[in-house]
């Protein structure tokens, strides 16, 4: 589709769910997320999550071991007191072998949930809400709805919420059984295609995914991203990221480009789905506290990410 | 010590039970080996050998130190009322309990657990700092290092380092406090000074983790552009080269469109980038590059330069390692042109594999480098020059030299024997002298004790191979040659066999307790062989009398004599008597161990030796002939066709437990349709063993007849 046209047609869309408008809420949730394997007391993290309401806070992965079982991997090391005042929602995410290869859903969701609430013993963390991410796909669904929902009756038994990511290719299909949803609005493009600008966030490549927002039958928090990351491509093919400066071999002649997101385009974003589910005014989480990212933006832009509507 | 068989086989039966199973021996182990002497995988360093050595001498026990808490050290500690020493040994029973606790697993530790764990590292730390002594000043600075260690304060141990470890005299305890000083510089960016200390201790886990996404074509040339010197660069090359080793040595199993994989795709670019970094001149170590190019070369199958650069290599400067490494894979060109027809001086190729073979270490099961050299290089092209000459002796030979290399020398705990076992797929010698005849064993004998040697080569390789114990030769030939119906001529040579001799092999259990002469279509003879878990028999020993196989020779001698001789009055009897016997002694019969060492599933007849089952056939066609005898030669013929068919399914025989039967092979259906049309036509005269037949039973009731008997 072209440009021109592709704008006529989202202009259109917004005529279109401008009919459809939901209860506006009256105040915003301030929350982010925080991807690390260590909470350290680094000041710039520290006072930016001061200002939130709720943080979500990877505890740890799950993976398979040698054996093909699952196991925790990269529990999150806290080397650093949590903010008293803040909601933390722990979030484990479980890699997608997991799921396609996991004998019993049952006792997984049971693991899970018992080594969740131990962290929060042992780190004096009080929680409403538990998350679990999961990029699963047709052959692991079967699994990950069965673990949702042992999971889900577990932690209504603790008296807890259950919380799963949803990434914007999910929103097509069955609502997964949970309590809520987190809309990943980022690393919608694909960052491997060097004519990919912008793969962190484009509304165009939102757009056809929209339709299904306003009828997906789920309570939704939009997290937006404010990161960047540097690709190496060699010969114009993409050979990774670049975490650090020695992590891939760079050779003379390779392209490493940064792609960052650009502030306009999460506002527009923003503004375009709370548009179409005024709900999603109620929580705006962004993507994410971590060292590395903070580093590279001012409080200003979370503000602005906040502060918009 | 009594040398059992064990009657599993590994191809028909699950071995859910039995973990050990046995695995072939690879000989595909990897060629290039410039750091990291004795591990086939990537691997830390053996601190622990070293380690070891020194609680062996403080405790006067041979191992467990570090079990249970360090249980043995404290309580040895305490013995010796050694306060310093029990107060340090304490330490590093916590230490080892907060390492393994802080492994990932589902149990997470409490706020309680947490806090001791905190509480206890202070405590190491403050014990390591205020530690003043001499005796465990090195104990104490790596205790030091490792409370760092724990809470990952890479600054703390950078410190510790040069204030402390970097001083100490050289010692176990101060490479592994270097170990962990690069575990340190590793994440402070300082990754060329990291992967030095990981070389030159030949940590290959640390090196492979330290250069993950470097492993590649581009990776090695990124790091030579960095710094043409890194000491990544010898794993780097190392592990490309491996890696194409494997890709072309898993070439043969791989699917059509698998075969270009990419490691063969960047190989020729390698290449071509090692040859300019040996003629750019930038790096000190040419030798390493020109062997990596001879190794891909070779592997490619271009033999004649993989030689030139292999050759060119060993003059090239590099460490004394990448030197030998060089030499080592010239060696295995120059055999692998000799294997392709090349001429080539036997002299040189004896003389390499002497190099070789000095830097094995001949008490370990374990080859180490060279020892694997040794292992691909007469595997793959001496023992394949041998056999495209189709010198039987010298490749047999040469299989029994490199069985040998895997054995460690012998002692008063392991005295080596080729084994008689052909299901112990590393038995290779074993299983190569049984594929022989009776007559090329005999030569073989014969070769092996010969004085002169016609090249050095062959004087190198029967050196080596010193197996020569006349009883097991004897033995062998003996069983080859009954095995060959060739009665009168096995027994002067079992004769030479001492019964002790036959007692020990784990066939005398069987020949104790079985009769060849009683027909196993009339008769079961199980016996209890099962193993306890002691690794013991449950069934008593009972010593050997005699050596049944000489009363077997003798008796078919006699038999056959006689049979040739018979007239129609006795022939049909004395042809009876040898089918009993011929089936018993074949694979499928009760008395397997007269012509073979173990009793395999899905057996048949080995293709040098008589096939005793058809031979039994044979006498039962002319038994059948005999009214008297006719009704059991024909359930005899139905029995031995069936086993014929099954191809020795005899699994679930000594445990008495039957299987059932349906007849689906055509001969097997032809003898069991005569022996029902004889029980058609005698209704009143079928014998009690007919009617038990279930099989039978069957068939008779699928063919309508009345049956009750």
Redesign the interface.
Known sequence: MRPKHQLKWLLMLLLAVGCQRQNTPRTTLRSAYYWSTEWRSEPRVMEQTKGLDRLYLRF?DVVLDRNGEP?????L?FSAKLPRKVEVVPVVFIVNDVMKNVKNTDELAG?VL??IL??C????IEVKEVQIDCDWTLTSRRNYRAFLSQLRRLAAAKQLALSATIRLHQLSQPVPPVDKGVLMMYNTGDFTDLRCEHPILDLRDVVPYLKYLSGYRLPLSPAYPLFSYRLLF?NGHY??VLHA????????GDSVIERKVSMGEVLKVKQTIEEIRPDLKRETIIYDFSPNHIANYKPRDYEEIYRSH | MKKFIVLISLLGLPLATWACAVFPIVHNYYMMNVINTEQTEPESPDFQTSLASYWQAYTGVKEGFFDDDCALLIEAAKLKKDAEMLAYVRHIAKYQHICERRK????????DE?ALQKAQIQLMRKAALNYSGQRLAAQYTLLLMRSYLLD?NAKGILVAWTMRASRLPTSIYKEMCRNIYAYALLNS?R?EEALAIYVSQGDAASIQWATK??E?Y??I???Y?ENPNSPALRWLVQNFVNNMQEAVDDEPYMEPGDKENAFKREASNFVAFAERVVRDGKSYEPALWKTASAMISYLNGDLKKAEEKSRMAMTMSGTLRERDNARAIHLLTVTALMREGQPFDADFVAKELRFLDGKCNPKSFELNYYGRVLDRIMTQNIIGYYAKRHNINMAVASRGMCERFHSPADDDEFQYSPGNARYLIYEEYFCDLDSMTADQLRDYMAFINKKHYDDALEAYILTKNSFRDANYFNDLLGTKLIAEGRFAEAIPVLKKVPLDYVDHQGISFYMVRRDYKKPRWLVKQPVDDEWDDYGERSSEDIPLTSNQKIAFCEEMNSLEQRYKLANNATRSELAMQLAVRYYQASCYGDCWYLTHYDKLYGDSARAWEKDYARQAMAYLDVAKQDKRLRQEALYARAFVQNSLFLNGFWVTYDVGEDYPLTISDEAWRLAYDELLAYIRKNPTQVADYVTKCDVVRKEMRLAGMAYSR
């Not at chain 1, 196991?71 to 529990?75: C, E, F, G, L, R």
């Not at chain 2, 990932?104 to 706020?111: A, L, N, R, T």
């Open positions: 740890f196991m925790p991997n990269a529990t090391r693991k018992r080594r131990q962290i013993e042992t780190h004096d060699r050979k990774g400066d020695n992590d891939l071999p760079v050779l003379p | 990932e697993q589902w149990d997470y530790p409490s706020k947490l990952a960016g990754r996404s470097f590649d581009d990776g040339r990124s790091f552009h």
